[in-house]
């Protein structure tokens, strides 16, 4: 029986462009059979990217601080931190590995969760399995209980930037949001000494 891959940053940057590849397609196939186009038009919108990407990138930054600043206090979100931090440290990404996983995040996930499966079941559905295909209630724990209703949150308010602004607005504050999460907590784990400040 084969033995799992152990973590490091080919892996992650790896899974990531496959999970990316999978996304956009499955995105492509709703949108071909439920929408009538394709994922060009599914980008197509009323309000330039002019509008949206700055609206996504302020959504996205004001967020990552208002979550990385609550964390503290919310229950169940320090099992999140503590996941993201052993992961942190045994794989050491780049601020570059940061910024292509968090921008693949951002376009694979909002491309099918708000462009494609969102018009087709509605907002709180679409929300839900958003929260639920990040696959935290594999083994029920309080902690990955309220990890799953702070992605179904996010999914619904995801969700309506994607109606408000467009769907580039919701794929830049997704994506703005990985990335500032991931280097407030490098910036963090640095001062606590536990990952070198080169890495």
């Not at 996504?56 to 967020?63: E, I, K, T």
């Amino acid at each position: 029986m084969p033995t799992a891959q152990p973590l490091n940053r080919t892996v992650i940057l790896r899974l990531s462009a496959v999970m990316t590849v999978i996304m956009t397609a499955t995105a492509w196939g709703i949108a071909a059979l439920f929408h009538d186009g394709s994922v060009v038009e599914m980008l197509h919108q009323e309000r330039s990217l002019a509008f949206q990407l700055p609206i996504g990138l302020g959504f996205g930054v004001v967020a990552a601080f208002v979550v990385s600043f609550s964390e503290s206090v919310l229950p169940g979100m320090e099992g999140l931190q503590k996941v993201t931090r052993d992961i942190h440290r045994q794989v050491r990404p780049t601020i570059l590995d940061m910024a292509l996983v968090s921008l693949a995040a951002g376009w694979g996930e909002e491309l099918l969760f708000r462009g494609a499966v969102q018009p087709v079941t509605g907002l709180w559905i679409a929300a839900a399995l958003f929260a639920l295909g990040h696959g935290v209630l594999t083994r029920l724990t309080w902690g990955r209980i309220a990890f799953t209703a702070f992605l179904f949150g996010a999914g619904v308010l995801l969700g309506l930037l994607y109606e408000w602004a467009g769907l580039a607005a919701a794929m830049m504050a997704h994506a703005t949001y990985d990335f500032v999460v991931l280097l407030l907590l490098r910036r963090q784990m640095i001062r606590e000494g536990v990952i070198p400040a080169t890495s």
